[in-house]
């Protein structure tokens, strides 16, 4: 592996394709023998840091269409989070199941987990059937991970029977010093950002994009106003970045004034500080209270001159759904890829039907949708949202802090990067966009 990355800094890519692969790798790892760890805790005390690893794994073999990644930088996603306290369930069952499909999805099933599902890097070796990208590519991935030999996902891949998050539902994940990854999951790292840069919007961003920006998803137009939630952290970060790079009218909720800044300086001016406003929608466990989706609603309208929103950017789940549909626009879409609170979610459908309004479920972004959401950031005109930056043995630490809630943005982790700073191929126009690249930094 030294020497991997001793050709990777020495920016002699050529050589990498012909360096001879290690049999072992670390990586980011949940045990097998583990999932009861936390048996009896809430969901708030089981802890990342007792769960999550950093172990020597075996280097797998590589299959047609695939491609091994050098990882210079990974992120934190809250899919990490869940596969780290077992819940909803643990992941070594999707492993099991994919295990099952085929001989070389067998490879997956193993009494380890290694997670992660964003990277940047440099492609080592490519398997059969792979001309678009060469080892010493510089590459990010997204975490479509797909077999397309289904009818279903021919139109939109994310309906495919056999649709999979890499490092979340199948393993070789991203936290790790190397990646296994099917090659149409490969883009372009964004030649101004640093490796940890190019590494965290990839999820998010995408997910993000599917479900504000395109067709599937709610179509946001010039003029909208867009209610999003958790403004600041790693969905609506991008959210918001999307709402007002397209010409819309974000309104930001966010859990604290710090957070309220940091969407003050991507340019929002609408912003709810939903714990210092004190919203309480449920009255009990069982028991909404309509009289608080009024009271939000009437503060929407009041920060938006009379509008509702057009479009609910919804991933809180249950503690949110209620208000979230009340709110929303007569006509208006409330377009939802989460649950963090809750997932059985409970509204007065009432105000959903006589209004005519629309609930759309969105789950991550087919190929072209992560690579036109990775193009807007290679452009410059969505930044990354990158606030710290841990090594990988402290990924339980960094995974601790987005349970936590103690983040802003995305939290990422170093690979095989030794430091900071390096990857950056076009200095000009990171020099152009550097205090937006550093927006969320050191907050
Ligand atoms: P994140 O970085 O933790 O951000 C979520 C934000 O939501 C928090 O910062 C918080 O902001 C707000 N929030 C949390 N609980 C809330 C509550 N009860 N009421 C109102 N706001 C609340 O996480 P993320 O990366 O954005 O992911 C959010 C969820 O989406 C997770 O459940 C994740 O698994 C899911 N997700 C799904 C997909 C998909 O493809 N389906 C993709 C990415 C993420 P404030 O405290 O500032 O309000």
């Known amino acids: 592996m030294r020497k991997i990355l001793d050709a990777i800094l020495a920016d002699d890519l050529a050589a990498v394709g012909s360096l001879p692969l290690p049999s072992t790798y670390r990586g980011v790892t949940v045990r097998a023998d583990e999932v009861e760890m936390f048996a009896g805790q809430s969901t708030q005390d089981k802890d990342p840091r007792r769960s999550l690893h950093v172990d020597d794994v075996a280097t797998p073999e590589l299959g047609p269409g695939e491609a091994l990644v050098a990882v210079m930088a990974s992120a934190v996603n809250y899919n990490t989070v869940w596969t780290s306290i077992f819940e909803p369930m643990d992941t070594f069952g999707f492993l099991r199941r994919y ?26 070796r490519t398997g059969p059937g792979v001309n678009a990208w060469q080892p010493g590519d510089e590459v990010v991935a997204h975490c479509l991970n797909v077999e397309l030999e289904h009818p279903d996902g021919h139109a939109d891949t994310m309906l495919d029977p056999e649709q999979r998050i890499w490092g979340f539902e199948t393993n070789f994940g991203g936290l790790a010093e190397l990646a296994l990854v099917k090659s149409n999951q490969l883009m372009p790292k964004p030649n101004h950002l640093t490796w940890e840069e190019a590494a965290c919007p990839g999820l998010v961003n995408s997910t993000a994009y599917r479900q504000l920006v395109s067709r599937n998803g709610a179509d946001m137009k010039q003029g909208d106003t867009v209610l999003i939630w958790g403004a600041s952290g790693g969905l609506g970060s991008y959210a918001t970045q999307f709402a007002l790079n397209g010409g819309a009218t974000p309104v930001c909720v966010v859990g604290s004034e710090q ?5 003050r300086q991507m340019g929002a001016e609408l912003i709810i500080d939903r714990n210092a406003e004190g919203y309480k929608f449920w009255k009990d466990e069982v028991t909404q209270d309509p009289k608080e989706w009024k009271r939000f609603g009437a503060r929407i309208r009041e920060l938006t001159g009379g509008d509702d929103p057009d479009i609910v950017f919804e991933h809180p789940g249950q503690e949110t759904f209620g208000a979230s549909v009340y709110v929303a626009r007569k006509g208006g879409t409330i377009v939802t890829c989460a649950s963090t609170s809750g997932f059985l979610h409970q509204y007065d459908n009432r105000y959903l039907w006589m209004n005519l309004k629309r609930i759309i479920g969105s789950h991550f972004a087919n190929y072209r949708e992560a690579w036109e959401a990775n193009r807007l950031i290679a452009k410059g005109k969505i930044h990354p949202t990158l606030s710290s930056v841990y090594p990988m043995e402290q990924t339980g630490q960094a995974a601790y802090d987005v349970h936590r809630n103690a983040h802003q943005g995305k939290v990422g982790v170093l690979c095989l990067a030794p430091e900071e700073g390096l990857g950056v191929r076009d200095p000009e126009l990171r020099e152009r966009h550097l205090a937006a690249i550093n927006r969320f930094r050191g907050v």
């Open 259 to 263: 957070k309220a800044e940091i969407c």
């Open 99 to 124: 295990g099952k499909t085929s001989p070389l999805a067998q490879r997956h099933d193993l009494p380890y987990h290694v997670v992660g599902s964003d990277l940047a890097g440099v492609v080592l």
